[in-house]
């Protein structure tokens, strides 16, 4: 991922402030021109803040003189990329702010005809948060039937329950049955981009509400398209490596007679920031075929001493009875930021069709001394 200065950084304080000052000349724009001795040390949502209420204060007034200014600001061709998000936020959050149905209104309206230059996911949440039932009727009645790919998956991404880098909507985690019917709109959807959207959001869901998402995966599997199988896998990707038997089934991983002799690794120590390989063999013994979703869980240990699992996907097979087959894999320890890793005990175990095999231990050494 992009450094947070590559994305907003001095460049695009510079950027925004022109195209400000060009839409509304009259505006001192202190706030905006002092920006870029503030922003270093932010991080990207701090940075996207830091602009959304530099616009807040260097453009005072009503909802009304807000909004008219970016749409002067619209007409430049140069008016997008990340500078949309503070600009975006700075609609929602004055709209809010006069608390009237036709500033909410005109702002769902702006940033949908913004979505094209950045995303307006971000912003959206600002108005979910503060009326979800009237921003989703705008969005069911108008976003999900839009001719634009990204106004539809607008409709879609900025309902997320857990959107990256947002603000949680609390009514969206109380009411988790409130986005399916955009789902449902959009599922068969013309465009990659916008199913995409709806596989993850379905996946955010599954995280709390798995029937309601199996319920509509299997709705979905009743009347698909050529795209949809393969957007309901997607989007049952986490109940899958979590074993769950509802969505192991209706993706067709039954349970299954088989021999598993595995995993066995290569070594029984790995050196902090080496790597393990292993590898098992598997055999049906049962009188029919079987499909197989096949991963694999590393057992990590905790600071307390305890292990955590994760599980990696390794791959998908079908095998006829008396087939067998070897699956291996070399796995790393390399530092990553995302997680840190404990000398002492691991382990690593398959995963087929929900049922985990037999652990393999091994030890990890510490972290050098620097």
Not at 16 to 26: F, S, Y
Not at 84 to 106: G, H, K, M, N, Y
């Amino acid at each position: 991922m992009p450094f947070a200065d590559e994305l907003i950084g001095r460049h695009t304080v510079r950027s925004l402030t022109r195209t400000i000052r060009a839409a509304a000349p009259q505006a001192a724009l202190t706030a905006l021109r002092a920006a870029p001795r503030q922003i270093d040390a932010l991080s990207l949502r701090e940075r996207a803040d830091l602009l959304r209420d530099a616009l807040l204060a260097d453009l005072p007034g009503d909802y009304a003189d807000l909004a008219g200014t970016v749409r002067i600001a619209r007409e430049d061709a140069q008016f997008t990329g990340w500078l949309i998000w503070p600009v975006t936020s700075a609609l929602a959050t004055r709209a809010v702010q006069e608390d009237e149905p036709a500033a909410f209104d005109d702002a769902m309206e702006l940033l949908a005809s913004l979505t094209g230059r950045l995303s307006s996911e971000f912003a959206v949440r600002t108005l979910l948060r503060h009326d979800l039932d009237r921003a989703l009727g705008i969005i069911t009645g108008g976003w999900t039937g839009s001719p634009e790919a990204d106004v539809r998956r607008l409709a879609s991404e900025g309902t997320r329950p857990y959107l990256p880098w947002s603000v949680r909507v609390p009514d969206i985690l109380a009411r988790p049955a409130a986005t399916v019917p955009i789902l449902d709109a959009l599922y068969r959807d013309e465009s990659e981009y916008v199913r995409r959207s709806v596989a993850n959001h379905l996946n955010d869901l599954s995280r709390d509400h798995p029937e309601i998402v199996l319920d509509t995966a299997r709705r979905w599997l009743d009347h698909p398209e050529a795209t949809t199988e393969r957007l309901v896998r997607h989007g049952l990707r986490t109940l899958v490596k979590r074993g769950h038997p509802g969505a192991l089934e209706l993706l067709g991983f039954a349970s299954a007679a088989l021999e598993v002799d595995g995993p066995r690794l290569d070594r029984d120590t790995v050196p902090f920031g080496g790597t393990v390989r292993f590898t098992a063999s598997i055999r049906n013994i049962g009188d029919v075929q079987a499909r197989l979703a096949i991963d694999y869980v590393v057992h990590h240990r905790k600071a307390n001493g305890t292990q955590s699992g994760k599980t990696f996907k390794l791959t998908t097979r079908t095998l006829t009875p008396g087939e067998q087959i070897q699956v291996t894999r070399e796995h790393s320890f390399r530092p990553i930021t995302t997680r840190r890793y404990y000398p002492g005990q691991h382990a690593i175990s398959l995963q087929i069709n929900g049922v985990e095999s037999d652990r393999a231990a091994f030890e990890l050494s510490a972290e050098p001394t620097r």
